[in-house]
């Protein structure tokens, strides 16, 4: 079954300090991965989309890997700010046609 | 603002009705995707339109239809409602042609089944 599992499921930092949030798929045969960030009520907007053959890509303070044989991508935010609060939703794409399965998300918070 | 647009923002309705999303794309842009969001699935991808033909089919439910017009504005209709419809719709389009493009989202329009 075509999955995506992201954890931790809510994170709380101090403003200044990185974090690191995680994205797990079991999706078959991939395509690409995005990253989005969510504010609340408001639309997903797009971080990061990698291809298989890419390991790495920034966007600013933010960083996305990802490990095609493991299944695994990570987003990594350095010197988070209080903006940076909001949900951010790992979305994998397979080859076949253009279905898109979407991880649940991470709720992250900085506070002052 | 993504230069996307829906509309309505809000919508109020009860069990049994049918109501029309609208979404207006990116200027240029050829591709439209429609999502629902609920508190307890998640986003999830229902359909997508190319230059006015389906393109991929998620999981959306037959109650559910979408059609992209020759201005290649869309709408989502969706009848028969019940309780469990009520979410986030979102529509995001992208640019034109095949391949792997960056989506941009619209504001959504919040659905309330009554």
């Known amino acids: 079954k075509n999955q995506v599992e992201q954890s931790p499921q809510s994170l709380i930092i101090l403003e200044g300090k990185n974090c690191t949030l995680q994205?797990?798929?079991?999706?078959?045969?991939?395509?690409?991965l995005r990253w989005y960030k969510q504010d609340t009520g408001r639309g997903p907007v797009s971080l990061t989309i990698?291809?298989?053959?890419?390991n790495t890509k920034s966007n600013g303070r933010y960083t996305a890997t990802l490990d095609a044989d493991t299944k695994q991508s990570s987003l990594h935010i350095t010197a988070s700010q209080l903006s940076d609060s909001a949900s951010y939703i790992c979305v994998v794409n397979p080859n076949t046609g253009n279905q898109f399965y979407f991880g649940t998300g991470t709720s992250l918070t900085v506070i002052p | 603002d993504s230069g996307v647009t829906q509309t309505p923002k809000h919508l109020i309705t009860a069990t049994g009705q049918r109501v029309t999303l609208r979404c207006s794309p990116r200027s240029g842009d050829l591709s439209v995707y429609w999502y629902q969001q609920s508190l307890d699935q998640g986003l999830q991808f229902l359909i997508q339109y190319y230059n006015g033909e389906e393109r991929a089919k998620g999981n959306i439910l037959e109650r559910f239809s979408a059609q992209q017009f020759p201005d290649l504005h869309s709408e989502l209709n969706l009848s028969s409602l019940e309780l469990g419809d009520s979410a986030l719709y979102f529509c995001?389009?992208?640019?034109?042609?095949?391949?792997?493009?960056?989506?941009?989202f619209g504001p959504g329009t919040r659905l309330t089944v009554l």
């Open positions: 994205c797990n798929y079991t999706v078959s045969p991939f395509s690409n």
């Open positions: 995001a389009s992208s640019a034109r042609g095949i391949g792997i493009r960056e989506q941009f």
């Open positions: 990698m291809t298989f053959s890419e």
